[in-house]
Each structure stands twice: as C-alpha cells, then as structure tokens.
C-alpha cells in the first residue's frame, strides 16, 4: 500500500480550517521552515450542525452529536520522533481544535523511552538512573495508564474527537481491521482493551477526557527492541510504598513475529486508509468513495511557527517538575547489613519521598519499629537510585557498637 501525502500550499489556511479555536494562529512555516511574508487573522462563522443520536459503545448513553455526513477526517503524521515534543502537540491539538466536525488520528514515532501514566511513580515502573546511563529518555503523558516503551518500532496513534464521540471500541477496531486487511493479521481486543494476538499484547492503550475534547492513545508493537524493552522496565531491587498506579505486566508480541514484512511505514499507512475509508462512528466501510470525502494525510511539523506556544508545552513536559516531581508521595525501604568484629546486623533503611524530594531519611533499628534519623546532606535532595546508593554506602561505614548504643539510647 503506497502512502498519499497532500500537502497545502499554505500552511495557514491548513489550520485554520481544521479547526484552531483558542489560539490566533499568526506564524507558520513551510517544510523548508521559510518565514511567511505575511500574517493574518480570520474570523470563521460556523451554522447550526446537522445533529445525529448515537450510542457510545464506552458508556452505553445516548448521545447528540454532528452527524456522519457532516464531520471530515484527517490523519496527521508528525514529523518529529522526539518524545517530549510529540506530547506537546498531542496536547497543543486537546487544547486547541474544534474536533466537532473534524476528526483527526495523529500518527506517530518516538527515539527509545520509556513513557508512564500521568499518576504513574517511575521509580516503580523502571530503573530510572539505569535509563539515563543508556541515553533512554524518561517521559511522564497528560493520560493514565501504565508504563510503555517506544523506539521507531513502534506506531503511536492518537485518535481525537469531541468528548461525546469519545469511542475506544471504535479506535481499537480501526487497527485490527487494518491488520486484517493488510496482512491477514486476526487481532483480538480484551477485557483491558489491550489488542493481542494468541494472548501477546501488540498494544496498549490510554485516554484523556476532558471537555469539550477527548483524545484516545495507543501504542503498536511492529518492529521494537524487545530486549531493550524488557530491560527498561526492570526496577530497583527495593520495597516500594506507593499508591501510584501500577503497571500491570503482560507478554509482548511484535507484529513482525507473525508476518515479518510488517513496518512501520507500512503500518502507518495502513492504519490511516483505514482510518479514512470508515464513518465517522460507525465501523461502516466506505471504500474508496469514503476516502476521497476526506481530507487525507498531512505532514504535521511540530515547532513554534506551526504550533504558537508548543515550545511552552514541551518545556513543561521535559521538566523535572513533571516527569519526577509529580510523582504521587511513596516510601523506599531498603535492608542494609553491617559488618561487625563478632557478628553483623541488619537493618532497613527508609527514605521518604515527596515531589520527588527526599523529605525524610531514617533507620529502623533490629527487632523494633523505632525509626533512627540519619543525617545526612542528601535530605532535600532528589530521589533517584544513585542518591539511594550513595546513602547506603556512607552507612555501612557505620559500626554495629554505634547502631547499639543507639538502641540502648545511650546516644
């Protein structure tokens, strides 16, 4: 299947007709990021929609909404495969289109991370410093869910729509239809609305909802490292105390295990005909006629002269602040065992952690539940697996006679 991409003339009249509604959209650039000579404002006035009643297949209402015939589709492919910047535009379109008439699949590929849910503790997902070592970039989405890898073997869809036409189901088929047209793929959706074949998830899937806008994600296994991904995933060796949402591990397939002349290229483009050629809420095959009523595939170049205030965006999602210090409050304990003349000791460590701060760091002593202060000038610091190291080497300096006359409360 060969890939069509329409690309406009003006970029400006690109956006505006798709919908940008709380942003005056003044600068633009084309492919070869050249400067228009020109600015303008457009002022648009929009007539009372054919209304429809459907049902959503994800809460079962009845729903008014924009009928079939009045809502066009777009597949938006970004051109960028940083993480940090595909979050900020998923998040710039959320925030700033009119999907009423207008539904969009946003297409896109990351260089390796690892990206948790928006209530998500990393520190219990991976081993963070370990990610930083090997050049993975660590990333925390707008959405819930658990724990993902990306690499460029991996296809990331984002289907939006008004908050009321808001239909995983519908978003879920698209892909397995694609898969079954494609390559003769038969994919199953399960009860956690992962997409699997023989019980291997190809895909997860994630959701933001808010109003008047929703947008559903998910990822697609083509081509990924499984080896890389597997080793991402794999955390510190402590207890973790956390009421962070966890993860929840299941077998990974790459479609190239079952036909290796899938890509993603391929899928990309498969995925988005069948995006195009289906209704707009039914999962009606329009064929060909359908397709051509839509508004096709466009190359989305995600910087500040397409996008007015998506370098803001991206530099709260690449923040420390977001990525670590929206880390849901947890505890770290850790088993230390000192070396004695006669025997040794065991105690744990505790390390509180709050906004991805260290707020407090103590013993517990042998055989009780009283908790001794450690001090230490990593208190206030952040959290993160070499800091807790570091904490554990400096104490094994200590001798067992101290950690007793503690116990005995002689110091």
Same mark, same amino acid.
């Given at each position: 299947?060969?890939?069509? *991409?329409?690309r406009?003339?003006?970029?400006?009249?690109?956006?505006?007709?798709?919908?940008?509604?709380?942003?005056?959209?003044?600068?633009?650039a084309?492919?070869?990021?050249?400067?228009?000579?020109?600015?303008?404002?457009?002022?648009?006035?929009t007539?009372t929609p054919?209304?429809?009643?459907?049902?959503?297949?994800?809460?079962?209402?009845?729903?008014a909404?924009?009928?079939?015939?009045?809502?066009?589709?777009?597949?938006?492919?970004? +051109?960028?495969?940083?993480?940090?910047?595909? *979050?900020?535009?998923?998040?710039w379109?959320?925030?700033?289109?009119?999907?009423?008439?207008?539904?969009?699949? =946003?297409?896109?590929?990351?260089?390796? /991370?690892v990206?948790?849910?928006?209530h998500?503790?990393?520190? #219990? @997902?991976?081993?963070v410093?370990?990610?930083?070592?090997?050049?993975i970039?660590?990333?925390?989405?707008?959405?819930?869910?658990?724990?993902?890898?990306?690499?460029?073997? !991996?296809?990331? /869809? #984002?289907?939006?729509?008004?908050?009321?036409?808001?239909?995983?189901?519908?978003?879920?088929?698209?892909?397995?239809?694609?898969? &079954?047209?494609?390559?003769? $793929?038969?994919?199953?959706?399960?009860?956690?609305?992962?997409?699997? $074949?023989?019980?291997k998830?190809?895909?997860?899937?994630?959701?933001?909802?808010?109003?008047?806008?929703?947008?559903?994600? /998910?990822?697609i296994?083509a081509?990924?490292?499984?080896l890389?991904?597997?080793?991402?995933?794999?955390?510190?060796?402590?207890?973790?105390?956390?009421?962070?949402?966890?993860?929840?591990?299941?077998?990974?397939? !790459?479609?190239?295990?079952?036909?290796?002349?899938?890509?993603?290229? +391929? =899928?990309?483009?498969?995925?988005?005909?069948?995006? *195009?050629?289906?209704?707009?809420?039914?999962? @009606?095959?329009?064929?060909?006629t359908?397709?051509?009523?839509?508004?096709?595939?466009?190359?989305?170049?995600?910087?500040?002269?397409? &996008?007015?205030?998506i370098?803001?965006?991206r530099? !709260?999602?690449?923040?420390?602040?977001?990525? $670590?210090?929206?880390?849901?409050?947890?505890?770290?304990?850790?088993?230390? @065992? =000192?070396?004695?003349?006669?025997?040794?000791?065991?105690?744990?460590?505790n390390?509180?952690?709050?906004?991805? *701060?260290?707020?407090? $760091?103590? =013993?517990?002593l042998?055989q009780? @539940?009283?908790?001794?202060?450690?001090?230490?000038?990593l208190?206030?610091?952040?959290?993160?697996?070499?800091?807790?190291n570091?904490?554990?080497?400096?104490?094994?300096?200590?001798?067992?006679?101290?950690? +007793?006359?503690?116990?005995?409360?002689?110091?």
């Amino acid at each position: 299947m060969s890939i069509l *991409l329409r690309r406009n003339s003006s970029q400006l009249r690109l956006l505006q007709r798709l919908g940008a509604t709380s942003t005056e959209i003044t600068r633009l650039a084309s492919d070869n990021n050249t400067t228009p000579s020109t600015t303008s404002t457009t002022t648009t006035t929009t007539t009372t929609p054919t209304t429809a009643t459907k049902t959503s297949s994800s809460t079962g209402k009845r729903v008014a909404a924009v009928a079939d015939a009045d809502i066009k589709k777009s597949v938006f492919i970004s +051109q960028s495969n940083d993480i940090y910047t595909n *979050l900020a535009l998923e998040d710039w379109l959320y925030r700033n289109f009119d999907f009423s008439h207008h539904h969009v699949l =946003l297409l896109w590929a990351n260089q390796p /991370c690892v990206v948790i849910g928006r209530h998500q503790n990393p520190f #219990t @997902e991976a081993n963070v410093s370990r990610l930083m070592e090997r050049g993975i970039t660590l990333a925390r989405r707008n959405s819930g869910g658990g724990a993902v890898y990306h690499d460029p073997g !991996n296809l990331n /869809c #984002t289907f939006f729509t008004p908050r009321e036409r808001y239909d995983r189901k519908y978003n879920l088929n698209i892909v397995t239809r694609s898969l &079954f047209r494609e390559w003769a $793929i038969k994919a199953e959706i399960n009860d956690r609305d992962d997409i699997v $074949i023989a019980n291997k998830k190809i895909s997860g899937t994630a959701a933001k909802l808010g109003r008047p806008n929703a947008y559903h994600h /998910c990822t697609i296994l083509a081509t990924a490292n499984k080896l890389h991904l597997s080793e991402s995933l794999v955390k510190e060796k402590v207890n973790y105390i956390s009421r962070a949402t966890a993860s929840v591990p299941s077998p990974i397939r !790459n479609l190239a295990d079952v036909n290796r002349n899938v890509n993603v290229q +391929q =899928l990309l483009s498969a995925v988005g005909y069948e995006y *195009l050629r289906t209704a707009a809420t039914s999962l @009606e095959d329009g064929g060909s006629t359908q397709t051509m009523n839509q508004r096709g595939f466009q190359l989305i170049n995600p910087t500040e002269k397409w &996008f007015p205030g998506i370098n803001d965006l991206r530099a !709260n999602f690449s923040s420390w602040d977001w990525v $670590i210090g929206k880390t849901p409050k947890f505890t770290v304990e850790k088993e230390l @065992e =000192l070396k004695g003349n006669e025997s040794g000791m065991k105690l744990k460590l505790n390390v509180e952690v709050e906004a991805g *701060l260290m707020t407090k $760091i103590s =013993l517990q002593l042998p055989q009780s @539940e009283q908790l001794v202060p450690v001090v230490t000038p990593l208190q206030g610091q952040a959290y993160n697996e070499q800091n807790l190291n570091g904490i554990m080497d400096a104490l094994k300096l200590v001798s067992t006679s101290n950690v +007793q006359q503690a116990m005995n409360g002689s110091i």
